[in-house]
Nanobody
Framework: QVQVVESGGGLVQAGGSLRLSCVVS????????MGWFRQTPGKEREFVAT????????SYGDSVKGRFAISRDNAKSTVYLQMNSLKPEDTAVYLC?????????????????WGRGTQVTVSS
């Protein structure tokens, strides 16, 4: 059984930084593309970032480009999301997801396994 568990959320002031982590178990980590999404009440799940199996390719949502960075450590079965210059509009539940497909994907429906999410709150 594949498990995806996020951590690292919290409360931070605008302009601050947070680093989210996500650990995957139950599947060889290097065989999955990883993604981060975020969701707020009443809105659709928003793509944040994705990274290829070996970490050589990444893609970001327009609202986070230049501020967020995704990375992975296959030896630790962990993907990270470094979030800098945070804004109040970044407040959301951040969800980590794994896809067995070969290519990067920005569509939530393409991901097979999901964590429960970690809350990030940015105060103004």
């Amino acid at each position: 059984q594949v498990q995806v568990v996020e951590s690292g959320g919290g409360l931070v002031q605008a302009g601050g930084s947070l680093r989210l982590s996500c650990v995957v178990s139950g599947r060889t980590f290097s065989t999955v593309v990883m993604g981060w999404f975020r969701q707020t009440p009443g809105k659709e799940r928003e793509f944040v970032a994705t990274i290829s199996r070996r970490g050589g390719s990444t893609s970001y949502g327009d609202s986070v480009k230049g501020r967020f960075a995704i990375s992975r450590d296959n030896a630790k079965s962990t993907v990270y999301l470094q979030m800098n210059s945070l804004k109040p509009e970044d407040t959301a539940v951040y969800l980590c997801a794994a896809s067995g497909r070969a290519n990067l994907d920005t569509v939530a429906g393409s991901y097979d396994y999901w964590g429960r999410g970690t809350q990030v709150t940015v105060s103004s």
